[in-house]
Nanobody, 128 residues
Framework: QVQLVESGGGSVQAGGSLKLSCVAS?????????MAWFGQAPGKEREGVAL???????SYADSVKGRFTISRDNAKNALYLQMNSLKPEDTAMYYC?????????????????????WGQGTQVTVSS
């Protein structure tokens, strides 16, 4: 069982920055987990934002490339999402996500049904 706890959401004006954090508590080594961030805007499907494998390889949704950076600290079982140049369309509930696997294929960003574990979510609101 993997428990994921997010923090760091909030309200910010367009052009601002936020950093989301997620801590994983699990029976299994954090190194066995592919970690990701998903976002869900009101009335929309949950969408992949970024993912990172235990080897540090990353993938991003086109809408956030160059603005968001995903990272992980394997010693702390921690996952981060640095969000810069935020836009009103980034407003969403952001979820930390995990699935077992040493590889972390980009296709996971378009396949939320493949995610095994979800955090409770943290709200990000960007005003214009």
């Amino acid at each position: 069982q993997v428990q994921l706890v997010e923090s760091g959401g909030g309200s910010v004006q367009a052009g601002g920055s936020l950093k989301l954090s997620c801590v994983a508590s699990s029976r299994y080594t954090y190194l066995n987990l592919c970690m990701a961030w998903f976002g869900q805007a009101p009335g929309k499907e949950r969408e992949g934002v970024a993912l990172i494998g235990s080897d540090g390889r990353t993938s991003y949704a086109d809408s956030v490339k160059g603005r968001f950076t995903i990272s992980r600290d394997n010693a702390k079982n921690a996952l981060y999402l640095q969000m810069n140049s935020l836009k009103p369309e980034d407003t969403a509930m952001y979820y930390c996500a995990a699935v077992y696997g040493l590889s972390c294929p980009p296709v996971l960003l378009s396949s939320p049904a493949s995610i095994r574990y979800w955090g409770q979510g943290t709200q990000v609101t960007v005003s214009s």
